[in-house]
């Protein structure tokens, strides 16, 4: 029997257009996706994996991926438009664990979904081979506990132990049916992104031109970038990157 049900997840994605691939142990969801694609794969495609012995994270971080415990997924859209991607991916991915858990999560700009401060979900999208198609990964601490030390203090789990209420296929399914929506309609996405945002308002030490700087976040603007102002009064934008919190400031939205 594979770890993962694949029926469920096919009844709980309501959509036979979507191929699903599903492994029981993989290097890498994303990496199986691109080989796919390599090959040929034009459909709309979902890889899913019980585990992976390489997940992928920004940067080239690593994402742990024990077996029987998270998600990790990569979902092939037939969009060839790759603006707002993670942010859809986002939106998509913290409004599915709301619903499922009743759980109120962050999005933390640029990829990174929080959960009482501790970061619960990674999303990693890639351009391939092909210029048309994007691979969208996303993992997920589902009920993972265990952390390896050099992430302990920092991950989470949206579940502190396996409470049996959630099955992995039916997030799996939630996350891909609302990642599908938002692709169509990304303003949607943008405003739930800023609605979510954990950054907003606080002081961040990011890195710009090589230098590291500190300033309180203004917004995220339409494009998804980080409006930062600086101490001198200037703003700066950041369209990728890292932007890590310092203080909690006395800044509130829309004053
Ligand atoms: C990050 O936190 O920097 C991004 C993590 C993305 C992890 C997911 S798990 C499924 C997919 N396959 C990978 O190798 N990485 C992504």
């Given at each position: 029997m594979p770890y993962l049900d694949t029926c469920l997840i096919k009844k709980s994605l309501n959509d036979d257009a979507i191929k699903v691939f599903s492994y029981d142990e993989t290097g890498s969801t994303n990496e199986e996706a691109k080989e796919k694609i390599k090959d040929g794969l034009t459909e709309e495609a979902l890889f899913v994996a019980?585990?992976?012995?390489?997940g992928k994270g920004r940067r080239g971080r690593s994402f742990y991926s024990p077996p029987h415990t998270g998600i990790y997924m990569s979902y092939v859209p037939v969009t060839d438009d790759p603006r707002l991607m993670t942010v859809c991916a986002a939106a998509a991915v913290a409004l599915a664990i709301d619903e499922l858990t009743h759980a109120g999560t962050m999005i933390k700009w640029v990829n990174d979904i929080y959960l009482d401060m501790k970061k619960v979900s990674g999303i990693l999208c890639e351009s391939t081979g092909d210029p048309r198609r994007y691979v969208i990964g996303i993992g997920i601490n589902l009920f993972t506990r265990d952390f390896p030390d050099d992430i302990s203090s920092l991950a989470g789990s949206v579940?502190?132990?396996?409470?049996?209420?959630?099955k992995r296929e039916e997030l799996i399914g939630l996350v891909i049916k609302k990642l599908r929506y938002f692709l169509l309609h990304r303003d949607e996405a943008i405003n739930v992104y800023r609605e979510k945002s954990l950054i907003t308002g606080k002081t961040v030490r990011f890195i710009v031109k090589d230098r590291e700087e500190t300033g309180l976040v203004r917004e995220i603007d339409n494009d998804g970038g980080l409006v930062i102002e600086k101490d001198d009064k200037s703003l700066v934008r950041l369209s990728t990157g890292e932007a890590e919190i310092v203080k909690d400031s006395l800044f509130k939205k829309g004053c």
């Open positions: 019980d585990s992976q012995t390489m579940l502190t132990e396996d409470e049996g209420k959630i």
